[in-house]
């Protein structure tokens, strides 16, 4: 088994986000900003938030957290988005999801300014994607074809199954894989696909992205196959300090015996939704005011 961390990857990343900032600083420009929205306690949630905030201020950018409690009325996070979009100080505004059930996500996702939308989510910039123009790309599957692309991983000609059609993740990722130039051939499963095995036993390829630990084991997989776990699941471990550990969605210990390559959970593609959030930061500075 080959282990493909994003630690190195994330730190490349990060380091040429460091250097372009240096020079966008240096010509005169005030240092990229970025908003972070979080409703609710959440805790999976508020440490996403935590490492996004700590990236940025590791990277000298600006940086406004918003932190609003469970039972805050939909009127009121729109009109935060409002007076975020119009803050001339602000480059890239992210509202953490998910949001609580009484908010609609995607009347909050659609009010935010599509120049701003470092997250990618807006449906001008998830239209633009798909037709293949300039776009900010949703953070999670940019980081994954980086990750790709760092380990000299091919997708051309390639049959990718993708376990998982979300917006944030399954979708997009599909969409950035299609697209002319990955040239990948791509499946997407749900839940209710009849036959999982079917589909990522041909797949030289496997993004799983369902939410559920051990949605595939080495039984799932052809020798020579590359797996992202997109997964972050908490499993109750009272031999830990903070009483869980993380698990990625696919069993990463039944592959130690073959031929395949996996990213890791920890260490793994979560870390480069980070990294991916800050080039986008800084993407939106330069784009709405670099000299
Ligand atoms: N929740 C899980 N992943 C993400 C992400 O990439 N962005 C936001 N805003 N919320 C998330």
Same mark, same amino acid.
């Given at each position: 088994?080959?282990?493909?961390?994003?630690?190195?990857?994330?730190?490349?990343?990060?380091?040429?986000?460091?250097?372009?900032?240096?020079?966008? #600083? *240096?010509?005169? &420009?005030?240092?990229?900003?970025?908003?972070?929205? %979080?409703?609710?306690?959440?805790? =999976?949630?508020? $440490?996403?938030?935590?490492?996004?905030?700590?990236?940025?201020?590791?990277?000298?950018?600006?940086?406004?957290?918003?932190?609003?409690?469970?039972?805050?009325?939909?009127?009121?996070?729109?009109?935060?988005?409002?007076?975020?979009?119009?803050?001339?100080?602000?480059?890239?505004?992210?509202?953490?999801?998910?949001?609580?059930?009484?908010?609609?996500?995607?009347?909050?996702?659609?009010?935010?300014?599509?120049?701003?939308?470092?997250?990618?989510?807006?449906?001008?910039?998830?239209?633009?994607?798909?037709?293949?123009?300039?776009?900010?790309?949703?953070?999670?599957?940019?980081?994954?074809?980086?990750?790709?692309?760092?380990?000299?991983?091919?997708?051309?000609?390639?049959?990718?199954?993708? #376990? *998982?059609?979300? &917006?944030?993740?399954?979708?997009?990722?599909?969409? %950035?894989?299609?697209?002319?130039? =990955?040239?990948? $051939?791509?499946?997407?499963?749900?839940?209710?696909?009849?036959?999982?095995?079917?589909?990522?036993?041909?797949?030289?390829?496997?993004?799983?992205?369902?939410?559920?630990?051990?949605?595939?084991?080495?039984?799932?997989?052809?020798?020579?196959?590359?797996?992202?776990?997109?997964?972050?699941?908490?499993?109750?471990?009272?031999?830990?300090?903070?009483?869980?550990?993380?698990?990625?969605?696919?069993?990463?210990?039944?592959?130690?015996?073959?031929?395949?390559?996996?990213?890791?959970?920890?260490?793994?593609?979560?870390?480069?939704?980070?990294?991916?959030?800050?080039?986008?930061?800084?993407?939106?500075?330069?784009?709405?005011?670099?000299?």
């Amino acid at each position: 088994m080959r282990r493909l961390g994003c630690k190195k990857v994330s730190d490349a990343v990060l380091e040429s986000i460091r250097s372009r900032t240096e020079s966008f #600083i *240096g010509c005169g &420009n005030s240092a990229p900003s970025l908003a972070v929205v %979080l409703v609710g306690e959440d805790p =999976a949630s508020q $440490t996403y938030v935590r490492k996004k905030a700590e990236a940025a201020a590791s990277l000298g950018f600006r940086h406004f957290q918003y932190t609003l409690s469970a039972d805050t009325e939909e009127e009121e996070l729109l009109a935060l988005v409002d007076e975020l979009n119009k803050r001339d100080d602000i480059d890239g505004i992210l509202v953490q999801l998910p949001l609580p059930p009484s908010i609609d996500t995607d009347k909050v996702i659609d009010r935010i300014s599509p120049e701003k939308d470092v997250d990618g989510f807006t449906p001008i910039n998830i239209g633009r994607m798909a037709i293949g123009k300039d776009a900010f790309i949703p953070c999670t599957p940019k980081g994954i074809m980086e990750t790709l692309r760092y380990y000299g991983i091919e997708t051309a000609g390639k049959n990718v199954t993708i #376990i *998982g059609r979300s &917006n944030i993740v399954g979708k997009p990722m599909a969409l %950035l894989l299609m697209q002319k130039g =990955a040239d990948a $051939t791509v499946t997407v499963c749900n839940t209710r696909t009849k036959d999982l095995k079917e589909h990522t036993l041909s797949a030289d390829i496997i993004i799983v992205a369902a939410g559920h630990p051990g949605t595939i084991d080495s039984s799932f997989v052809k020798d020579g196959a590359v797996i992202i776990d997109v997964g972050v699941n908490r499993i109750d471990d009272p031999s830990k300090e903070k009483g869980f550990r993380l698990s990625g969605d696919a069993d990463y210990d039944s592959f130690t015996d073959r031929s395949v390559s996996i990213t890791p959970v920890p260490g793994g593609v979560g870390l480069m939704t980070v990294s991916m959030l800050m080039e986008n930061t800084l993407e939106a500075a330069i784009r709405r005011r670099g000299k």
